[in-house]
């Protein structure tokens, strides 16, 4: 069983940034971080290949969020900058057991989940 917790929400302007953190118990072949809205589904929005280092995002996010990893510390990291409203969500770190390229943001994909921090952005 692998435990992840999240930190480093809060609430901030339009344009500004935040850095989300995961401290995981364990690290597995893939991480990422999905965020849910109110009333949407939950979305995938940025994963890496904890061997290899590749990144994926959305591409909604693309050019404005960096997702890393420290695996000395089983930490992962979501740098968001340029944040704009629709960012407005709930984040969560995920891990899965197994990496496959085509599903790397899908939540199918994923084996574990945090609880979540809220992200906030104000107009």
């Known amino acids: 069983q692998v435990q992840l917790v999240e930190s480093g929400g809060g609430s901030v302007q339009a344009g500004g940034s935040l850095r989300l953190s995961c401290a995981a118990s364990?690290?597995?072949?893939?991480m990422g971080w999905f965020r849910q809205a109110p009333g949407k589904e939950r979305e995938g929005v940025a994963a890496i290949f904890a061997r290899s280092g590749s990144t994926y995002y959305a591409d909604s996010v693309k050019g404005r969020f960096t997702v890393s990893q420290d695996k000395a510390k089983n930490t992962l990291s979501l740098q968001m900058n340029s944040l704009k409203p629709e960012d407005t969500a709930m984040y969560y770190c995920?891990?899965?057991?197994?990496?496959?390229?085509?599903?790397?943001?899908?939540?199918?994909?994923?084996?574990?989940w945090g609880q979540g921090t809220q992200v906030t952005v104000s107009s």
């Open positions: 364990g690290y597995l072949a893939c």
């Open positions: 995920a891990a899965a057991l197994l990496c496959a390229g085509s599903r790397v943001l899908s939540r199918s994909m994923y084996n574990y």
